[in-house]
Every structure is written in C-alpha cells, then in structure tokens.
C-alpha cells in the first residue's frame, strides 16, 4: 500500500489535506477496503466544534458503521453534500473524496499526525 504524500493521517484511518487554509478529511484506502461498500455517509454537522479525536460523522457499510474522527481541533465548516447521493463515491476514491472540511484551531496539531511512511508502516501492523 502506497498512500499520497501530500496529506497527513490519523491512526484512526482519516486523512488530512489542507486546501486554502481548510482541512479536507476523509478516509484512506485501507479504510474503506475494511468496510466494504458503503451505503451512508453523515452525521457530520456543520459548525460543530470538536477536540481531536472526537467522532465528527459515521461512516456505514452493509457490513460495519465506523466513527469519522475529527484529526485535529476545529470547527467542522463543510459536508461534501454529494456523499448524501453516492457514498459509494469513496469505494470509488478514497483518497480524492473528502467527507468534512475543518477549520483548525491550532495547526501546530497536524505535527502531530502521521505522514505517509508512517501511517503506511503501522497500517501494514
């Protein structure tokens, strides 16, 4: 498994990519393969504020529900709407789906997550 370097990742299995000082979140590859095909995107509420590691959505499959946690700490300020229609969109690409945009409290926090390499290696565990 290769994933794309140009994001930060969660050991929870969320991905991490900043866009325009917004963090895009969604889930890795690896993620979704675990889950299977999903059925239901949501949850997620625009203007909530959350610590890391808090729940922000779920994520479910015909097979498992799934927490999405927030990486880092912000205010959730998007819902990628078109989720709603097709969750199967991230069956499809995971990496090029985000589920949530978050605006950070401390950007310091994304020092904190993994890289590439990294979540690779300990998703290989």
Do not use: C
């Amino acid at each position: 498994m290769s994933s794309p370097n140009d994001r930060r990742y969660a050991a929870t299995h969320e991905w991490v990519r900043e866009n325009q000082g917004v963090l895009e979140v969604g889930i890795t590859e690896l993620a979704q393969e675990q889950l299977g095909d999903l059925v239901f995107v949501g949850d997620v509420r625009v203007g909530a504020r959350l610590m890391a590691g808090e729940p922000a959505g779920v994520v479910e499959s015909v097979k498992a529900a799934s927490d999405i946690h927030a990486p880092v700490s912000g205010e959730i300020v998007a819902f990628n709407e078109a989720l709603s229609d097709d969750p199967a969109l991230i069956n499809e690409a995971a990496f090029d789906t985000w589920i949530f945009k978050l605006r950070p409290d401390d950007r310091d926090e994304l020092d904190e997550l993994l890289d590439a390499d990294d979540y690779d290696a300990t998703a290989e565990d």
